[in-house]
């Protein structure tokens, strides 16, 4: 926390009291404070507001923060002793109004740069200067000011804001139905300080679109945002999750019930986007946290979190009552049969312990029959089976199931993306005995991700999504960065979502008709089938790491999936500049650059690791770095069975003359994806084997487009790593460090998957690397030679230079018009080395390439 970093900098700085008075050594004290920052606070950061007019302005605005009856409403609290960790920062508050309060007090306090007092009183009329923060219930000033007609449509998640002017003065009101609404308000109001947005005339009304905007917490795998034993903030017993149940050694005191200051900046950061649920386990689950100890933990979690809104749920494992920890209560496989009470009346009972302990737990997340999970088909019994067999056993204590989608059992089809749909379509078709259609029962959400494949960085959208308009869907996306370059990579996924969000699924109704709303969002949000129970769920990425994610970009995934999951119809970009204004600077070239940086970088890492829907490439081991060649135990986790390269082309056919895959979808992506000559070129060889001979849109041959693009992904990072560089007076000193350390990885990487990738392709290609016409090709003139064919891969260039002539460049000229060079360096003599700079505007952002000429003597 900045606070301790503070505090801790003190005793340095103190000596030069004495000489240069007391502000020099409060700016001096803030500065080195900044320049210490870890990212601990992710987005939640108040710093004062830089410009003096708009700091008068926000002064002038708001002078005093009135709660009334913060206390009234207690959230319910389990564990009687909940306390949080000696020496804590954070504190627990008992209301949710209480979290509103302390958040309005503390954030005014950074940005305005002094205290704003704090009363409970209105009196008869709200003093100009109040911010005014409350529900009808709490509040009289609510109630006096706010009609009900203008609250209720906003649901139990919604807010207002409401700007109430008199002359030049006036106040501000903050209102929910309830009082989460009203947190979430307050956390909107801050963020319009925080990002220098006007805060008078304000006239906001927002409710969510979607219900349930879940975390998914992995606490075991694919967890890039912790650190471990070989990192710098070192394991001290702790896993490097962000919620300890178990660590030992040094940490030991540090488990649940026990609260950390990191568990209430998270639930803090997820209330500001509005998340307000979260599994706290891995979808591979553990039974442990279903035993009286872990409930225990959870519940103390649960109380922790729940003034903010969030309610916990676990993921479990099928089999679960047979696992002999449960002894005396536990069951036989034969009393497994979903339809027979045993099993039932087993997790009504589980169930009924987790709803002694947490009263608002939301439910389980399954993973049957699923990479070695157990699950009904186990028995005899399919996937409709296990989850009504559950759902109907929770239902009465109000919890829900998620049950996921992500099957594939090889028996089903040859083609892996084809299998989740056979196993789950029917039962969403099958006709029921009162007339209606589709088994699943009304408690049970299927929770599919939002490609077929497995969170790959470029995916066509999951068939499902429209096709089952009988039971509830949930989408799936990946925050944490598995395959989008884990914790060492800069990937923005907002554009993403948004494209995912936003692609049509040509949905039809019964009749063939198109739905008039048939965006994927639309199905998420239930207004394109009408339904009212809505969910969308990120696989998270917070760690016990400093600044919660591993890598700082990674902050943005978080944020960007909670303001898409409240919002889907937002703009990726707008997210990321309000992320970039939060979290690091509002200075307009800072923002302007960094969020260039980000919006370019997803497709960048799509350029350089799967161009043209090429599909997971990565090695087994660790699912970071490429390995095309990879053959595994099963085909379907190998890179040869994605790629399928042979001497005619690569990529995976199919279309109608292919795996069929294509007829999944409905009939106008169907027809679009199943033509070689309709489908998106960026979707290409997801559903098509490619000749290398194919000429392309840009007029080039497929082989000499695909080398191309890896080339330019790596050149955008480039870009980025340079871009960085110049920000450095920008930026805090720690945080600039760990990302320029960061990018550097991020290139050479970048270049690995490049030159693994094509040099595998080469071998049945049988050609060489283009040349002489990319983006950042160039031919260049030396003592009168023009020399040309330069490999944009190689990362330097030996020019024979005759005896006696001049080493210099006396001419640069660029394959494409629209690229621009500079020569950065010139050869003195020879040998000697000369580098040429040329950077182009492309589809997606910037290209740099720094050309290295060795000049040596023929
Ligand atoms: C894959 C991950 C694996 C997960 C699986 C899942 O590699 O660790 O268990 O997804 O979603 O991407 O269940």
């Not at 083609?415 to 408690?443: H, M």
């Not at 840009?698 to 560089?725: A, C, H, N």
Request: hydrophobic letters at 40%; glycine letters at 10%; aromatic letters at 10%.
């Amino acid at each position: 926390m900045p606070v301790t970093a503070a505090t801790g900098l003190v005793a340095g700085t103190g000596a030069a009291a004495g000489t240069v008075g007391k502000e020099a050594v409060a700016a001096a004290l803030r500065t080195t404070a900044d320049s210490e920052y870890d990212g601990s606070d992710l987005w939640l950061r108040y710093v004062p507001v830089e410009d003096p007019g708009l700091l008068r302005k926000y002064r002038e605005t708001v002078t005093t923060v009135i709660v009334e009856n913060a206390g009234r409403n207690k959230v319910h609290r389990h564990t009687p002793d909940l306390s949080m960790a000696p020496g804590s920062t954070e504190r627990l508050v008992e209301t949710t109004l209480e979290a509103a309060r302390d958040e309005l007090v503390r954030g005014l306090k950074g940005l305005l740069d002094r205290a704003v007092p704090v009363t409970t009183e209105p009196g008869d009329r709200p003093p100009d200067g109040a911010v005014i923060v409350g529900t009808r219930d709490s509040s009289k000033v609510v109630r006096q000011h706010i009609p009900a007609g203008d609250l209720t449509p906003l649901g139990d998640a919604g807010y207002l804001i409401r700007s109430f002017t008199r002359g030049t003065q006036g106040f501000t009101v903050i209102a929910g139905n309830t009082e989460t609404g009203a947190l979430y308000g307050t956390f909107a109001f801050l963020r319009r300080l925080q990002t220098h947005k006007t805060i008078t005339r304000l006239d906001i009304s927002e409710s969510p679109r979607i219900r349930n905007r879940h975390l998914n917490n992995w606490e075991t795998v694919r967890l890039y945002a912790g650190n471990n034993a070989s990192g710098t903030g070192g394991l001290n017993g702790e896993n490097g999750t962000i919620f300890n149940f178990a660590a030992r050694g040094e940490s030991a005191g540090r488990n649940l019930p026990v609260i950390l200051d990191r568990y209430i900046v998270v639930a803090r950061a997820m209330a500001s986007v509005g998340i307000n649920g979260i599994t706290i386990n891995l979808v591979n689950a553990d039974n442990v946290y279903l035993t009286p100890r872990y409930i225990a933990q959870e519940a103390a979690l649960a109380d922790a979190l729940r003034p903010y809104g969030i309610k916990i749920a676990l993921a479990i494992n099928y089999t679960a009552p047979t696992d002999p920890r449960f002894a005396p209560d536990t069951l036989t496989n034969e009393q497994l049969d979903p339809h027979g009470e045993d099993f039932r009346g087993w997790w009504n009972r589980r169930a009924g312990l987790l709803r002694a302990a947490i009263p608002d737990f939301t439910g389980f997340t399954v993973k049957a029959n699923s990479e070695g999970q157990p699950g009904p088909q186990d028995f005899g019994d399919d996937h409709g089976d296990g989850a009504n067999a559950i759902a109907a056993a929770v239902a009465p204590l109000g919890m829900k199931i998620y049950w996921r989608t992500f099957v594939y059992n090889a028996e089903v089809d040859e083609d892996r993306l084809k299998r989740a749909y056979l196993e789950f379509g029917y039962i969403d078709d099958e006709r029921q005995s009162d007339g209606t259609r589709g088994r699943f029962l009304d408690n049970v959400f299927l929770q599919t991700k939002n490609g077929p494949l497995d969170f790959q960085a470029r995916e066509p959208i999951h068939p499902m999504f429209g096709r089952m308009e009988n039971t509830n869907q949930a989408l799936e996306l990946q925050v944490t960065q598995e395959y989008t370059g884990q914790d060492e990579m800069l990937c923005y996924l907002g554009p993403m979502w948004e494209e995912a969000l936003k692609t049509d699924t040509y949905a039809t109704d019964e009749r063939g008709r198109l739905l008039g709303k048939r965006l994927m969002g639309h199905i998420v949000d239930g207004t394109a089938q009408g339904h009212a129970d809505t969910a969308i769920i990120g696989v998270a990425n917070l760690g016990n790491a400093d600044n919660l994610t591993g890598h700082h970009f990674a902050q943005a995934n978080l944020f960007a999936f909670g303001r898409q999951s409240w919002d889907w119809t937002l703009d990726s970009a707008d997210i990321a500049a309000d992320w970039v204004r939060m979290t690091w600077s509002n200075r307009t070239n800072v923002v302007g650059t960094i969020v260039k940086m980000m919006m370019g970088s997803w497709e960048a890492l799509v350029s350089y690791q799967t161009p043209f829907g090429m599909a997971h490439q990565f090695r087994s081991s660790d699912h970071y770095g490429p390995n095309p060649a990879e053959r595994l135990a099963r085909d379907d986790w190998s890179p040869v069975y994605y790629n399928r390269a042979d001497s005619a082309g690569l990529g995976y056919d199919r279309s109608p003359t292919g795996s069929d895959f294509t007829a999944q979808y409905f009939p106008t992506l169907a027809a679009r994806y199943g033509d070689i000559d309709t489908v998106p070129e960026n979707l290409l060889m997801w559903f098509h084997h490619v000749p290398w001979d194919r000429r392309m849109r840009s007029g080039r041959i497929f082989w000499d487009d695909l080398v191309y693009r890896y080339q330019m992904g790596v050149q955008y990072v480039t870009w980025m790593r340079l871009t960085w560089e110049a920000l450095r007076p920008s930026i805090d000193a720690r945080r600039f460090a760990e990302v320029r350390a960061k990018l550097a990885i991020h290139e050479a990487d970048a270049g690995d998957w490049r030159d693994t990738c094509v040099t595998y392709w080469k071998s049945f290609s049988g050609r060489d690397d283009p040349v002489d016409d990319g983006p950042l090709s160039i031919a260049i003139v030396v003592g009168g030679r023009r020399i040309g064919a330069f490999d944009l891969s190689a990362p330097s260039y030996s020019i024979p230079v005759r005896r006696g002539a001049s080493p210099k460049i006396t001419k640069v000229i660029p394959a494409d018009r629209a690229a621009r060079y500079e020569i950065l360096s010139q050869a003195d003599g020879v040998p000697g080395q000369a580098v040429v700079r040329v950077t182009k505007e492309d589809f997606f952002g910037p290209l740099v390439k720094d050309y290295v000429f060795v000049m040596r003597p023929t």
